[in-house]
């Protein structure tokens, strides 16, 4: 997307491989972590945007001095909020696709590698980087929060999804661009969740590449609400249901589909069995046809 951004390969320049890929991340008070987020995504994706969503802390701060796009809230407007600002932005600028990641230090920007090469290998799938495997390394009631809330957004979604919470994910330019905002709120928390449902019932699905699960003791507290998020989660998903009679076509299929886990043994070096263990399901990788 830019011009300087090339790769030097002899006394040649080449374009860079992901030129054409926006890294997002939206921050709100993540001065702890940001700046060595921010240097290692820079090391794999030339185009990163910060959303800063009006953090009070020294967010914006410790980015000075890096080639990466600040965008800001002025106020605190939450996280769906700053995902839109990111993606507007990218798509105004060509993007072909959109990774984003949170600011906090849970999703490794080296693993942005793997998740672009799910990407191309089923070109207009979400990719999410999925963490339910992980379970030894999950505080407990995160752990049930999120398997809770995976059963009722695939079941919207009318498939297995192994990880309806990460936030780490890419997504084609093309589907954002049809996102109406009728269909996925532009400020809800339930966002992400939503691009799910509203994907699936345009015949886009996902594909989900296994990253860790990373909970570290040193880092700010969480602000994960496990009652009141969920219940906003059922909340959104339960209207979407009613508006579908129920939908026990998607229920069984969420409940009876492979669950479609790239694992890419070439660049993970895992083999599929423990993953497909650690979600329930039956791992595949994934032949998926959009819409089936
Ligand atoms: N919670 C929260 N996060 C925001 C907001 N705006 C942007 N974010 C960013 O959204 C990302 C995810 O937020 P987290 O609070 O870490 O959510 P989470 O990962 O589901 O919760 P934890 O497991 O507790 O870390 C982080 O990069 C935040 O900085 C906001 O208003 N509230
Ligand atoms: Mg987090």
Wanted: glycine residues 6%; charged residues 25%; contains cysteine.
């Amino acid at each position: 997307m830019r011009d300087q951004d090339t790769a030097n390969a002899g006394d040649r320049q080449y374009p860079h491989p992901f030129n054409d890929v926006v890294a997002l991340i939206p921050a709100y008070n993540e001065a702890a972590t940001i700046r060595d987020l921010v240097e290692r995504a820079l090391k794999i994706v030339p185009n990163v945007v910060v959303v800063d969503d009006g953090s009070i802390d020294a967010t914006a701060a410790r980015l000075k001095d890096l080639p990466v796009a600040l965008l800001r809230n002025r106020r605190n407007l939450g996280k769906a909020a700053s995902l839109w600002k990111g993606f507007d932005y990218a798509l105004g600028r060509g993007a072909r696709c959109v990774v984003t990641l949170d600011g906090d230090g849970q999703h490794r920007p080296e693993d942005i590698r793997r998740l672009i090469a799910a990407a191309e290998r089923f070109p207009g799938s979400i990719v999410i980087g999925a963490r339910l495997h992980d379970k030894k390394n999950f505080p407990v009631q995160r752990y049930y929060a999120n398997q809770f809330a995976r059963f009722w957004i695939s079941w919207a979604a009318g498939y297995p999804i192994a990880d309806t919470q990460s936030g780490f994910r890419v997504y084609p330019a093309a589907l954002l661009a049809r996102l109406g905002r009728r269909e996925v709120s532009r400020k809800r928390f339930v966002l992400e969740s939503e691009i799910l449902i509203a994907a699936a019932r345009r015949g886009v699905r996902s594909v989900a590449v296994p990253i860790p699960g990373i909970y570290l003791a040193h880092t700010r507290p969480s602000h994960f609400r496990p009652v009141r998020d969920i219940a906003r989660i059922v909340v959104m998903v339960a209207g979407r249901l009613l508006m579908r009679a129920m939908y026990p076509s998607g229920l069984w299929r969420s409940l009876t589909l492979p669950v479609a886990i790239e694992v890419m043994p070439e660049l993970t070096g895992l083999s599929s069995v423990p993953l497909a263990d650690a979600v329930g399901e039956k791992a595949v990788s994934p032949q998926h046809s959009a819409g089936s």
